[in-house]
Every structure is written in C-alpha cells, then in structure tokens.
C-alpha cells in the first residue's frame, strides 16, 4: 500500500461529497467499501506516469478555495452562472421555500484516464422542492441506445460524417416557468446584500425540472432550424431539405450530429454555435462512456475503461478470468443460500453492468439474470455476479462491431426459454434484430405471466420481437430510410410460426392475450413474415438460456461481438 496523509477532516459547514474513484489497490486488500481516505488517496495517486500531481478532491468549500485548480473552476462556474443571468438577488419572501445547495467538484477525464480538466459545479438539493409549489413535471426523454446503433448504422453504410459536440453548462439554457428561490452558492455571498436569495431566471443542476428545461429549450430553438421531431423516439431530430439530410441525436447535453454532405454538417454546428455555448469536438469517438474507434470494416462500440472501472469498484482487477458469464445452470431460485452481507453493494454492480449491455450483448442474458434478485440477494446469486465479473475480466477489449453494408434488409431471431424460472415458472423472451447484418438491438426479458406451453412462450417471444421490428421499421421510415421488403422473423417452434398465419383459435391458444395476436395483423399486411429457423442456427438462444463454453465463443461471434 501507498503511505499518504490522512486527509483533512470534513467541515461542519459542508457535507463530505463522495465520488467514485480509479483506485490502486493494494492486492491484499479485497474489500469493495471505498473509504474517504481510499478516496483522497486515489484522486492524488491515479494520475498516469509523466502527468503532473492531480490535486485531490476537496472535503469542503474552504479546502477547495485553498487549492488554486478547484478555486479557478468554482470561479469558472460561478462566472459563467452570473454572465448567463441565471438568477436575480431579491429579498427573501415570507413563506417561500428556499432551496439550498452545494459544490460538487469531479476530475473531468480524458477516454484514456489522464486528466482534462477541474470541475466545478453549483447544484441545488432538489429534494428540498415541493411539488406544485416550485416544480411540476419533471420527465425528460433521452435517445435510445437502439436508435443511436441504427443512425450509426446507416451514417457508415453512407459514409457520411459524424460528429459529437458537447454543451458548456447546458442546463443553465432551460428557462423556468416556475418560480424557484435557491440560496447564494456558498464561498460567493453577496458581502454588501448576504441575506438576499436567489430568484431563478434560468434552470440549475440539481432541479427537479432542469433537464426537462433544457430540453424544452434546445428542441425549440432545432425546430426553427427546419429540424422535425421524430415520432418513434422524440431525442431524435431529422433535418431533410431536397437532397440533404441530418440527424441529431440528443442525450441530455451529448450530441451526436450526422449529416449527407459536410458543408451541412458546419451549418448546423454554426448555427448552434451561435446560439448556445457549444463546442464541436470533432470525430466520433467518445460518447456516454462508449469509445468509437473506426476500423478498415467500421467502426468498433466498446467500453473497455468503463468495464475497469466496474472490477475496480468490485476489487477483482486481478481476479481469474473464465470463458462464459454463466455456467449449465443458469437459473437460479429467489431463496437459494443466505443473505449477502452488503446488498447495497450487489445493487451497484448489478445497475453497473446493465449499462455495460450498451455494447456487450454477450453480457445481456446473464445481467438480467442477476438483476432479477436486487429486491433480495443470496450467496448463490453474488457467486453468480462474480463469475459474470470475472468473464468481464477476461473480455474487457470485446466490443460490437458495426459493418458497413449496402443491404438495408431487417431480420429478426426471436426464442423463449419456457418455464425456466425455477420459482414462478415463467418463461424468459430474447430476441436479437439486425439492419443490413449490424446488431442494432436485442433484449433478454422475463415474461410477465405464466405460460402452459412452449408454443405459447414461443409466440410471446415472438411478439416481442415483431413489436420491436414494428418500431424500427417506423424509426427507419422517419430516417427516411424505407424497407422494401417484408421484415423476416425467425423462430425455432413450429407451432409458433402456424400461430401467426392461423386465425383459427384452437383451445389450448384461446387464453391468449388479444394484444398479441397484432403479429397476424403484421403478417396479414406483409411488414413481417414469421419463419422456421433450426435450433443449431438460433441468434436469440444467448438471450433465453445459458449456453456451453463449446458454442459461446462461435455465438458470439455471430452476434458481430469482435476484440479491439
């Protein structure tokens, strides 16, 4: 272990802020808690070789202010909040809430882990809002993760450009349409006016309704660019005049901008430019934790340092790796050996990795697996999560492999795994869906009801896959991408697949919900086509049932899951 300084102890005045940490550990030390020390320490430390000292994250406003690097980004922030008119100082009203507030401060890395910069961030409580009285609705949509592989997908195969940009203080745009009273941010009281607060003009992180705001604000201003919002999923922004054509995808403040022809493309930055503090940051290659890097084929989605930093938080950098994420006997029962210890800690892995399923469909089947015991987690399901982690060990330079492709052709595998839940006897769905061979979505699911028969099960997962295949097919026609063809949708039960021509309901099919009968309807209009594919040949078998270490590696190479 590294000897440091114990860390200075935390002001009364201002909480402790916790942040996660890249830390070095030593190889003895095997428990997962991150303590406040592990955390000073591993903020000094975790600077790579030839980089200079990083300062470590502050404990309280006065060490902060103490450290040139973090009092250059508060006064960064608190200038930017004041050039922006964020807020009018009034005398306090009689009776009105006042939310209060606090500094975060976080090291903004670069993909590779150096440092880029500090940062500083002024963020209300927005647990001390009361509804009705200083905030309303608070839904904010944000892009699909299918629907940023489709675009992708299509920006490849046409070879057009593709940019991200990012939004300086992005929720400091949104304009409020409720009156909110916050407090003057700690360190940069008004030494003349201390008892005033702040009146909001514009929103601030931490508000119930900022990102909603700042939604609101930024989809407006794109409209009267000639911008339309998509019906199939409202993050997703069109732009089609003649011949040129853009996308823009829009994921709180990331931005990927797509467009025909790259003299459109510095068009719609400019203009954006000129309205929002915006920065264009150039090629693709890092968005929401996800590195893109371009290959001779494509381009390469992964998430390699987001996988370290889960082992990290786990304590299993240097744990044995093994070759599947879940063993013969996948299915695990509700109350199977004892209760975990620390619960909190299986939830936090468990969250972790289903974002982690953003590129890594291999990991899909067994994340949902143990997912399905966060409410009460056992022994058994934790050994579960530790040889999931130790898969993740031994496969963190994995990815999905996106190919450029002139066909435009949709197919569908779907499967169930019937009865498998060895405690309520429901069965599980997956279905996989590629676009001109590229795997732009899959899902692992387990039904809501029982079912009593596997054709039934079958058909369930079926409709799942064909309601998916319906909305891209919808998506895809926003794009301005229209399929030609009927989608193909494969299936390994053969009673399944006479389920969906058959109007006749036989008696052991006439429970079945009405709404899933909408496959018939589908077929009957010619948008999918229901086929018998060979169990031996089922893409959608990953995400139903565990398989054996022999055919893993040849299923996942099929499913376009390639090394970096």
């Known amino acids: 272990a590294v000897a440091a300084a114990p860390p200075p102890a935390p002001s009364r005045a201002e909480p402790e802020v916790y942040h996660p940490p890249v830390i070095h550990r030593d190889p003895r030390?095997?428990?997962?808690?991150?303590?406040?020390?592990?955390?000073?320490q591993a903020a000094t430390l975790s600077a790579t070789e030839g980089e200079p000292r990083v300062s470590p994250v502050p404990s309280s406003v006065r060490d902060a202010l103490a450290d040139p690097h973090w009092r250059r980004a508060m006064e960064e922030e608190y200038a930017a909040l004041l050039a922006n008119q964020t807020w009018d100082l009034v005398p306090r009203p009689?009776?009105?809430?006042?939310?209060?507030?606090?500094?975060?401060?976080?090291?903004?890395?670069r993909a590779d882990g150096t440092l880029e910069r500090y940062k500083a961030r002024w963020v209300l409580r927005g647990f001390t809002q009361r509804p009705g009285v200083d905030y309303d609705e608070t839904f904010s949509p944000v892009v699909k993760p299918a629907t940023v592989r489709t675009v992708l997908s299509l920006a490849l195969s046409r070879t057009w450009p593709v940019h991200q940009l990012d939004v300086k203080n992005a929720f400091l745009h949104?304009?409020?349409?409720?009156?909110?009273?916050?407090?003057?941010?700690?360190?940069?009281?008004?030494?003349s006016r201390p008892d005033m607060v702040?009146?909001?003009?514009?929103?601030?992180?931490?508000?119930?309704q900022a990102p909603r705001a700042w939604y609101s604000r930024f989809a407006t201003f794109l409209l009267t660019l000639g911008f339309t919002e998509a019906k199939s999923d409202t993050s997703l922004f069109i732009y089609r005049r003649g011949d040129e054509t853009a996308y823009l995808l829009l994921y709180v403040d990331d931005i990927v901008l797509t467009a025909?022809?790259?003299?459109?493309?510095?068009?719609?930055?400019?203009?954006?430019?000129?309205e929002f503090a915006m920065k264009d940051l150039g090629q693709l290659h890092h968005f929401l934790g996800v590195t893109v890097?371009?290959?001779p084929s494509g381009l390469l989605l992964h998430q390699r340092q987001y996988a370290l930093d889960i082992l990290e938080r786990a304590g299993m950098t240097d744990c044995k790796p093994c070759s599947t994420p879940v063993d013969t006997q996948a299915k695990l029962s509700a109350d199977l050996g004892d209760p975990v210890a620390d619960p909190t800690a299986y939830r936090s892995l468990a969250g972790a990795l289903q974002y982690l399923t953003f590129t890594r469909p291999d990991l899909t089947y067994a994340v949902q697996q143990v997912c399905l015991h966060m409410h009460d987690p056992r022994e058994s399901h934790l050994a579960a999560l530790k040889r999931l982690l130790r898969y993740v060990r031994g496969t963190v330079d994995l990815g999905l492999v996106l190919h450029r492709s002139s066909s435009a052709e949709l197919v569908v595998y779907t499967d169930a795994d019937w009865a498998g839940c060895p405690d309520t006897r429901r069965s599980t769905s997956g279905y996989a869906v590629f676009l001109g061979g590229n795997l732009v979505s899959w899902s692992s699911k387990r039904q809501p009801v029982v079912s009593r028969s596997s054709a039934e099960a079958e058909y369930r997962a079926v409709a799942n896959g064909v309601a998916e295949a319906s909305w891209l097919r919808q998506l895809l026609a926003e794009l301005h991408s229209p399929l030609a063809k009927s989608t193909l949708v494969y299936c390994d039960n053969v009673s399944a697949v006479y389920l969906s021509t058959n109007p006749v309901q036989h008696q052991r099919t006439k429970h079945v919900e009405i709404d899933l009968h909408f496959v018939r309807d589908r077929v009957a209009i010619g948008d999918v086509r229901v086929l018998h594919v060979p169990t031996t040949s089922q893409f959608a078998d990953i995400f139903t049932k565990g398989l054996p270490s022999s055919t893993f590696s040849e299923f996942r190479s099929s499913l376009n899951v390639a090394g970096g």
């Open 29 to 40: 030390h095997i428990h997962p808690m991150v303590t406040r020390r592990m955390a000073s």
């Open 94 to 109: 009689s009776g009105c809430n006042v939310v209060t507030g606090k500094w975060i401060w976080t090291h903004k890395r």
């Open 174 to 191: 949104g304009t409020l349409s409720e009156t909110v009273y916050c407090s003057q941010p700690a360190g940069f009281v008004d030494s």
């Open 198 to 208: 702040c009146r909001l003009n514009k929103s601030l992180y931490g508000l119930k």
């Open 260 to 274: 025909s022809s790259q003299q459109l493309l510095q068009s719609v930055i400019s203009s954006l430019q000129q």
């Open 293 to 295: 890097e371009p290959r």
